[in-house]
């Protein structure tokens, strides 16, 4: 059986990798002049543009004294790649029968701790770390090269649980970035080479279980209310239902989020696009501009690669897949004594505030198609009219009409 961690890696490494690079994937385009927008912790002495060193999450656990906590910190260490002739850099150069181009790459990083639980309660637990920097250079022709270097980075993490009612324990993650730096005149540039880029902890439980901050059970709703989150948001990872592990991404996702298996063939670096539509529009390139992707980025020229052989058939695929979720235990409500559920038959009595289009069905016959619940957790029922010709043909394709309980009169 996979580890939690590791059955959380897909949503992590997603948000890794978020923004990394952007369509149409070439440095020259403009949105990719401004990079690494999301979990940017900088070093405490850069103080411009409103961005901060530290982090801080905290979420309620339902206790297991015996248990450990698994806490993994990843992010981004920024790599500049340097092409040098004679010692000289350069933005471009051609050698050895390629381009070579200066460039911010990144490497992934990841440190790892286990601390027992009963060893937080009421003390913080300080975990230092460093990250080395250094040089990789690479010969290309003659005095052509490229060279890539890391400046070391440093941090810490600190741990805490406190006690809360209703017998909780409040579990409190800081991240600082404390790497030396002190160029105070230079721009956001020169400070991201001392950054934690995209940084976000995944945390781990040996026993016990995390309590949602999203969807809390109403018995701890004060406790959760309590708990102060600073530029990272806490979501349970897993299936419905499972409770042990946690990500506190820096970017805000539901409880239980998964990677669109049937629809994504791999990372497009912008989980807020659709795959369809960048994969279409990336295929839409011209010889040049794919040339200039290969150049960019070694991670751009993968997914290029990828992005070529697709096969058509696949296309099509993402396009109008749709997901819904029936709540409630049997995927019904109550109304005025009646329980209604899917193919029960109702009245439509919209409220005065409803637009008027939704006025104009008032009195009509409605057939139920679904019971649902929103984000907020209200009821909403979705029907198709009993007397419109095309309401299998509306339901088959998941348009229906809304309307809460208080709207609708149980037949």
Known sequence: MKHPMELARAIADAVLYEGYLLYPYRASATKNQLRWQWGVLMPPSFTLGGEHPDSTAELLVVPSLSATLHLRLRFLQLQERVAEVGGRAVR????????????????????DVVLRMSDLIGMDTCVPFTVDGGADIEPVEDEVRLVRRRHELSGVMTVRADPVPPGLLRLRVEVRNTSPWEDVGAGRNAALRHALIAAHTLLSLSGGQFLSLVDPPDWAAPATAGCRNERTWPVLMGGPGRADTVLCAPIILYDHPSVAREESHGDLHDGTEID??????????????????????ARAAELLDRVEGVPGEWIEAPHGTMRRTESGADGSVVIAGVQVSKGSRVRLRPRRAADAQDMFLTGRI??????????????????????????????????????????????
């Open 276 to 297: 369809e539509l960048l994969t279409s529009r990336t295929l839409t390139l011209t010889e040049e501009e794919k040339t200039q992707v290969r150049v960019t980025d």
């Open 92 to 111: 471009s150069v051609t050698a050895g029968g390629r381009e070579c181009t200066t460039w911010d790459e990144a490497v992934d990083r990841e440190v």
């Open 366 to 411: 409605a057939e139920v198609r679904a019971v649902l619940s929103d984000v907020d957790g209200a009821w909403r029922l979705a029907v198709t009219l009993e007397d419109d010709l095309a309401a299998d043909l509306l339901a088959d394709c998941g348009l229906y009409r809304y309307f809460g309980p208080e709207e609708v009169e149980p037949l």
